[in-house]
T-cell receptor, first 113, second 114 residues
Framework: AQSVAQPEDQVNVAEGNPLTVKCTYSVSGNPYLFWYVQYPNRGLQFLLK??????LVKGSYGFEAEFNKSQTSFHLKKPSALVSDSALYFCAVRDNGGFKTIFGAGTRLFVKA | KAGVTQTPRYLIKTRGQQVTLSCSPI?????VSWYQQTPGQGLQFLFE???????NKGNFPGRFSGRQFSNSRSEMNVSTLELGDSALYLC?????????????FGPGTRLTVL
């Protein structure tokens, strides 16, 4: 069965420093991987996705993610964090046969000025 | 293009009542999915519809049901509400509905069961 793990409940980083939010997955077949962000009292916003091709995926707001098949990871990264990046981040995997998306538990990112 | 809209945004009900939530997808989107978000359980998949057909269903009791209309709008219904049903219910749409498609989320309906 497909699953997604976000091992950190919370990540703290200083503004201007690089940030990484971790995600590992377990799927049968080719993984379709997504990152979403949720701001308070809002729905989820799409950041980026990996379907196939280049292992480094670039997305919205300067975020990127690196797909690593051998480590079954899809970590979200940004070279220089902003206070406005503070939010809840979700990694997700699409069940590639069953039209179902499975989300990780979410990682709360705090960026301190 | 207008985004995904959900109505109502907030709802307060009492135990035993039933509730219907509505979702209007982005114009042209044919797939609609529903999720329940709670602090303890995170985001849980409820069901997904495409062209009025339920393609998949999550592990929720039969009290949770949904449907999709010919214009792709979707509703979900929860009968005999329980306190544990208090949650943010999110709807997402995608075009045309393939597994690789990006899902676009609405702002959610906050349901409180007293």
């Amino acid at each position: 069965a497909q699953s997604v793990a976000q091992p950190e409940d919370q990540v703290n980083v200083a503004e201007g420093n690089p940030l990484t939010v971790k995600c590992t997955y377990s799927v049968s077949g080719n993984p379709y991987l997504f990152w979403y962000v949720q701001y308070p009292n809002r729905g989820l916003q799409f950041l980026l996705k990996y379907i196939t091709g280049d292992n480094l995926v670039k997305g919205s707001y300067g975020f990127e993610a690196e797909f690593n098949k051998s480590q079954t990871s899809f970590h979200l990264k940004k070279p220089s964090a902003l206070v406005s990046d503070s939010a809840l981040y979700f990694c997700a995997v699409r069940d590639n046969g069953g039209f179902k998306t499975i989300f990780g538990a979410g990682t709360r990112l705090f960026v301190k000025a | 293009k207008a985004g995904v809209t959900q109505t109502p945004r907030y709802l307060i009900k009492t135990r035993g009542q039933q509730v219907t939530l509505s979702c209007s997808p982005i114009s042209g989107h044919r797939s609609v999915s529903w999720y329940q978000q709670t602090p303890g359980q995170g985001l849980q998949f409820l069901f997904e519809y495409f062209s009025e057909t339920q393609r998949n269903k999550g592990n929720f009791p039969g009290r949770f049901s949904g449907r999709q209309f010919s214009n792709s709008r979707s509703e979900m219904n929860v009968s005999t509400l329980e306190l544990g049903d208090s949650a943010l219910y999110l709807c997402a749409s995608s075009f045309p509905g393939e597994n690789t498609d990006t899902q676009y989320f609405g702002p959610g309906t906050r349901l409180t069961v007293l």
